[in-house]
């Protein structure tokens, strides 16, 4: 008797021919109701729909002072170095803790930094050095107080802002110092202009715009296979490409006017690097998922296996490094170290990531949102001081900001719970 053998699948095969119908999928699936993707993505599409608005409203308000390509230029340099410190504080704040010392680190990594390049003669790439692995020992000391003695973040960064600003102060013995030199300002100050010609504008800063907006397009289609392959709802693919299209133009724009002024920050290199680089660590590897568990439930957590004492070592750790680095490019910027520099940093970098769609309680945060809470804030307050705006009525503007922020936050908590 014959016995009839059933063909083996070649799982490579199979694989592709799963691939190959997520990607037609991709193309020809999701939904065009506009109102039922914003409902649904409320958290995060509402962040930037205000910062469209926002920008919108001081372009009117100034004339279109805000939008030339010196000042959008200005607020790139002027805003680095909280933007730095918000990527590292979106981290904490999504782990469940809070660092309240980190203008305290800038000011003690930056005097640290001209103590031995301004004060002593050390080459500028020493002091740099220094900063950071100073940077590193303050988050250190930090990471242990919390994780392993167990004394509250609040506390302990609170004891570390008081500590490091008067060390910043034995450092300084109470004087500023300055200036740097040429290599260390270029820091927070250089630019790359003229590598590949233009006339009147720069063509490597509209290369390296073109190829931001490739690399998003493409990344957001192999979010929307994934999406697709794992029966997660996506919008439709004309929204699809319009929602491309028009990031792309804001891209474009913004390198365009970039391209008009100076050319190319090399502190708008230095901050897009850590983007992409911190946007990786927090959303494909295993210490990113380790951090959104411990702020989302720490019992659940531990449990689960998460070695929740290292990991907030590490958070911390990581702040102190984005402190140092913070600390190099504002004292580039100022060109000198002064006792009270960094002054409110922390409040700023708070705010930039609770306006960015962090919560309050943890478990929930990106570090593109805490990017877009920090233009915010940075166009709010550039757009303020355009038109002259007392500071006295800056600072009410920007509490006000925060505050609905976190109130938005606890309104999409209490929506989401009555609907369950």
């Known amino acids: 008797m014959t016995r009839t053998v059933p063909p083996k699948s070649d799982p490579g095969a199979d694989t592709a021919a799963t691939g190959e119908a997520a990607t037609s ?25 205000a910062f469209v608005a926002i920008i919108a ?57 001209a103590v031995l390049v301004i004060r002593n003669g050390a080459p500028w790439w020493v002091g740099m050095l220094a900063a950071i692995a100073v940077g590193l020992a303050v988050g250190a000391w930090h990471g242990f107080w919390v994780a392993y003695v167990g004394i509250p973040a609040f506390i302990v960064t609170l004891a570390g802002m008081l500590l490091f600003r008067g060390l910043t102060l034995q450092v300084l013995d109470n004087i500023s110092l300055s200036p740097f030199p040429a290599e260390y300002q270029k820091v927070a100050s250089g630019f790359l202009n003229g590598l590949i010609g233009g006339q009147g504008y720069d063509a490597f800063t509209l290369l390296i715009g073109g190829i931001a907006v490739a690399g998003y397009a493409f990344s957001q289609f192999r979010t929307r296979v994934a999406r697709i392959t794992y029966k997660q709802p996506v919008e439709s693919f004309p929204l699809f490409v319009a929602r491309i299209v028009a990031v792309g133009l804001v ?12 050319g190319l920050p090399i502190v708008l290199i230095i901050l897009a690097v850590l983007i992409i680089a911190y946007g990786v660590i927090t959303t494909r590897s295993v210490f990113g998922r380790q951090v959104y568990a ?106 006000l900001v925060l505050l609905l922020a976190v109130a938005f936050d606890v309104y999409n908590k209490r929506r989401a719970g009555s609907s369950r």
């Open 57 to 113: 409203l001081f372009a009117i308000l100034t004339g279109g002072t805000s939008l030339s390509p010196g000042n959008i230029t200005n607020i790139v340099l002027q805003y680095s170095y909280i933007l730095v410190l918000a990527i590292g504080m979106v981290i904490v704040i999504i782990a469940g803790h809070i660092d309240l010392s980190v203008g305290s680190v800038v000011a003690l990594t930056g005097a640290v930094s």
């Open 251 to 262: 891209v474009m724009y913004f390198a365009w006017q970039l391209a008009h002024a100076r």
């Open 294 to 399: 411990i702020g989302g439930n720490l019992a659940a957590a531990t449990l689960s296996g998460v070695k929740v004492k290292v990991v907030n070592f590490w958070i911390f750790v990581n702040m102190g490094f984005l402190s140092a680095l913070a600390g190099i490019i504002y004292s580039s910027r100022s060109n000198g170290a002064q006792p009270a520099a960094g002054n409110m940093f922390e409040l700023d970098a708070i705010a930039a990531a609770f306006i960015g769609g962090a919560a309050v309680t943890g478990g929930v945060g990106t570090v593109v949102g805490a990017m877009v809470g920090g233009l915010i804030m940075a166009v709010m307050s550039n757009g303020m001081q355009l038109m002259g705006v007392d500071q006295s009525i800056q600072s009410v503007v920007k509490g």
């Open 25 to 49: 999928a991709a193309l020809h699936s999701g939904t065009s109701d506009i109102r039922a993707l914003i409902s649904r993505n409320l958290r995060t599409s509402g962040i930037y729909v």
